[in-house]
């Protein structure tokens, strides 16, 4: 079975600085996609971005990155420029792309706190 | 587009009683929805996989005879806690994706307390 590991379960960040969320996760499979998703205290999941993982290019949104390194089963997310409003949950997820289960697997979670 | 509603929002309930939570896409149609559940402070928990016109799976310890899921189209899903007691206190959150599509788009989700 797959699973995801957030080994930070709180991070803070000034205003305007660059944070990095760490994400591993265990998988025999080559094929699948990645996810973060952000939970702010409104507890609406809000997906951050997407990586399938048979593309080698890091996904962007914005101000929003990944390293993607796939044989190191490793799934960061950069936030640059943080905002107040980036405070929130942010849980990585995986799921597989073959055509059995849909369903996702997330991480613990990692808590970022924003500083003004 | 791809959104998602549930409702209603909260609900409290007496210790018995049965309760019924929406899950609604919106703006597409999802031939797969699921439920989760989520207790403070911790992660999503996934209960079930439900498909458009066919029955729900069911993860591993999760009792379908208490978590009632039916997805009679393609825009609602429906859970209902059946005799519902304090410990299924809870928040409870749909997702939905389109037909081959690989994202779920979540509800808001849906906080339960029993008294």
């Known amino acids: 079975a797959q699973t995801v590991t957030q080994s930070q379960p709180e991070m803070s960040v000034q205003e305007a600085e660059t944070v990095t969320l760490s994400c591993t996760y265990d998988?025999?499979?080559?094929?699948?996609?990645l996810f973060w998703y952000k939970q702010p205290p409104s507890r609406q999941m809000i997906l951050v971005i997407r990586q399938e993982a048979y593309k080698q290019q890091n996904a962007t949104e914005n101000r929003f990155s990944v390293n993607f390194q796939k044989a190191a089963k490793s799934f960061s997310l950069k936030i640059s420029d943080s905002q107040l409003g980036d405070a929130a949950m942010y849980f990585c997820?995986?799921?597989?792309?073959?055509?059995?289960?849909?369903?996702?697997?997330f991480g613990k979670g990692t808590k970022l706190t924003v500083n003004p | 587009g791809a959104v998602v509603s549930q409702h209603p929002s909260w609900v409290i309930c007496k210790s018995g009683t049965s309760v019924k939570i929406e899950c609604r896409s919106l703006?597409?149609?999802?031939?797969?929805m699921f439920w989760y559940r989520q207790f403070p402070k911790q992660s999503l928990m996934l209960m079930a996989t439900s498909n458009e016109g066919s029955k729900a799976t069911y993860e591993q310890g999760v009792e379908k005879d208490k978590f009632l899921i039916n997805h009679a189209s393609l825009t609602l899903s429906t859970l209902t806690v059946t005799s519902a007691h304090p410990e299924d206190s809870s928040f409870y959150i749909c997702?939905?994706?389109?037909?081959?599509?690989?994202?779920?788009?979540f509800g808001p989700g849906t906080r339960l307390t029993v008294l």
């Open positions: 997702s939905a994706k389109r037909t081959s599509a690989d994202t779920q788009y």
């Open positions: 997820a995986y799921r597989s792309a073959g055509g059995g289960s849909e369903k996702l697997v």
């Open positions: 703006d597409f149609q999802a031939t797969t």
């Open positions: 998988t025999s499979e080559s094929d699948y996609y």
